[in-house]
């Protein structure tokens, strides 16, 4: 079945800095890859998300990537603030294409 | 107007009692999940349903029994809770099943039920 591998599981950056959070998935079918992000107490929220017909696509201060041929895609967070400290998650379909399998998640941390 | 809503947010009980989780999406949604989330934040799909219809079972015991009255409820029985059982569950629900090509197919989250087995 489909497997997502995402690094690095820890990310601590100064505030205004850039943090990038990579992810890995096995099943080359897989055409829909969201992020969600996880504060303290609550479920996860989607941020943004790519479909695979672009390579790219932007949201203010967030990016995700998409290489296809490689199978893995990106979070792009720039200019980062302390609020932006959470827990985030890759996902992508399983392989039936009934449900989102996740990451592991990243946590990251803004210092100011 | 919570989109989600899940209860009760906080639940102790002793191993070997039975419990349920109810959840509840006002977005007029077909399709509804559970997945599981331990102690190391890893995020699990249990179920999904498709218009009351059972799509997924992640090989979870059957001592975890979800029942849909309706596309809006999805609700999560456990029998015989074990210490193992203890961790947050999320309900979800999305317009349609992941695998459907559309723009709008996102994933909705509730804000978890914490459960603690003692």
Known sequence: GENVEQHPSTLS???????VIKCTYSDSASNYFP????????????IIDIRSNVGEKKDQRIAVT???????????ITETQPEDSAVYFCAAHNQAGTALIFGKGTTLSVSS | DTAVSQT???????????????????LGHDTMYWYKQDSKKFLKIMFSYNN???????????????KSPDKAHLNLHINSLELGDSAVYFCASSPLLQGVESSGNTIYFGEGSWLTVV
């Open chain 2, 52 to 66: 009351k219809e059972l799509i997924i079972n992640e090989t979870v015991p059957n001592r975890f029994s979800p």
């Open chain 1, 13 to 19: 950056v100064q505030e205004g800095d850039s943090a």
């Open chain 1, 35 to 46: 992020w969600y992000k996880q504060e303290l107490g609550k479920g996860p929220q989607l």
């Open chain 1, 66 to 76: 998409l290489n296809k041929t490689a199978k893995h895609f990106s979070l792009h």
């Open chain 2, 8 to 26: 009760p947010k906080y639940l102790v009980t002793q191993m070997g009692n039975d419990k349920s989780i109810k959840c509840e999406q006002n």
